[in-house]
């Protein structure tokens, strides 16, 4: 079997190990693992009739490709944002542009062509709840897919922790530490440089709540 493997969305920490994990997996039972780059992009981007497009989008893994992409962050696939069954006009590949669209086009049945192409037998997509939704759309196609939850809100439905959730709690709480330490800080009074008084800042935190409330914040700077 020759197993597809993609990421889609935003970045967040253990993507490669995830890569990494399931290529080893794959093909310690036997199987061929492709990586799609640039995810879903990757699928309506390649034009199976040209090599070099095949070898612009394609790329084997095994566990010498994989071997340290751990050790670094983000994906080594890349990723994006596509969907290939709503592509407005003007982010269509050049040999797919039909004159005429106005809405978004449905190219899922390129993705299907492309993946019988290739060989590519089941897939693995790491996203979150845009990159899976077309994952389902595939899987209600007949093809064989294993998703992998990924977003730091956890938010997609049926699961109970996400890749990238847990580095942004924990970053969260270390944000927010720093900012009590900031605000306690002493300074020197204004009037009389040489008392010291103990500041009572009020910085405030905005967490993103997106469904279930969660995670990314901000703070503004200590005025």
Known sequence: MRIGILTGGGDVPGLNACIKAATLRATEEGHEVAGIRRGWGGLLECDPDDPASVR?????LDASAVRTIDRSGGTVLHTSRTNPAKVRPSEEPAFLRSDGRDGPVDHTPHVLKVLD????DALIPIG?????????????EGVPV???PKTMDND???TDYCIGFSTAITRTVIFIHQLR????LPVRSSSDPASVVTKSTSIPC????RHIGTIAVAGPPDR
């Open 181 to 184: 330490t900031s605000a306690g």
């Open 128 to 140: 979150g709840d845009d990159t899976l939704s077309f994952a389902l759309r595939l899987h209600e």
């Open 146 to 148: 294993v998703a992998i």
């Open 117 to 120: 192409r290739l060989g590519i």
């Open 156 to 158: 997609v439905h049926g």
């Open 56 to 60: 612009a989008n394609i790329v084997d």
């Open 206 to 209: 905005a967490i993103s709540a």
